[in-house]
């Protein structure tokens, strides 16, 4: 490994963890760890393809336990809903609520990262293009889903104006669908 390899890492370590100490210091009083602070930021972000339990497990990349316990911690306190699929029974849907929206709305709010502010919109997109790209070069290299957006998959058929539609599914996708993130993702 090379120095800017290493350097790298560091850095992306230490941002992580500076991130999950301002999410335990913004929870507010629901008292939530930082891993049901990411299960909720992930019901928010993913598509209707991807709000289940064992998406969230991938995501997280724990264990169905740890998903499980942090799921019924959240449903307890009204920040989720669970239901069944209408076409599958035995799959279970989950959306965040009304208080899980409205939470993760002041969370957003008090913590939002004001140091980005310092720098200018190319750096940050030029910066935030990279560690997606190194995400997605690791998940694929463990044979991990990517869980990216319907445009940047492989699947996704949809030119000049005319309905999207997913390639693996066949369906048609709705704008709400096509700019979240999905578990059936696959890199082109």
């Known amino acids: 490994m090379t120095n800017h390899h290493l350097q790298l ?3 992306v370590n ?31 972000q993913c ?4 709000n289940t339990p064992l998406a969230l497990t991938e995501y997280l990349g724990l264990t169905k336990g740890t998903v499980s316990q942090s799921l019924l911690l959240l449903h307890r306190k009204g920040l989720i809903e669970r239901s069944s699929d209408p ?12 208080k899980g929206e409205k939470l993760l709305k002041q969370q957003n709010a008090a913590s939002e990262w004001k140091a980005t502010t310092k720098i200018n919109d190319k750096k940050l997109e030029s910066t935030a293009n ?5 995400l997605q070069a690791l998940q694929v290299s463990h044979g991990a ?7 940047t998959c492989r699947y996704f058929k949809g030119k000049n104006g005319s309905p999207s539609r997913c390639g693996l599914t066949g369906e ?17």
Do not use: W
Not at 20 to 30: D, I, K, M
Not at 47 to 50: D, I, P
Not at 145 to 151: E, I
């Open 130 to 134: 990279v560690l997606g790209e190194l």
């Open 172 to 188: 048609r996708l709705y704008r709400s669908d096509i700019g979240k993130i999905c578990r059936e993702h696959a890199v082109s």
């Open 47 to 50: 598509n209707r393809y991807s």
């Open 145 to 151: 889903r990517t869980f990216g957006s319907c445009t």
């Open 87 to 98: 076409v599958d029974n035995r799959v279970v849907r989950l959306r965040l609520s009304a």
């Open 14 to 44: 230490r941002l992580g963890n500076r991130m999950r100490t301002e999410v335990r210091q913004g929870h507010g009083t629901e008292r939530l760890q930082p891993v049901h602070m990411q299960a909720l930021n992930y019901l928010q």
């Open 9 to 11: 890492q560091d850095l």
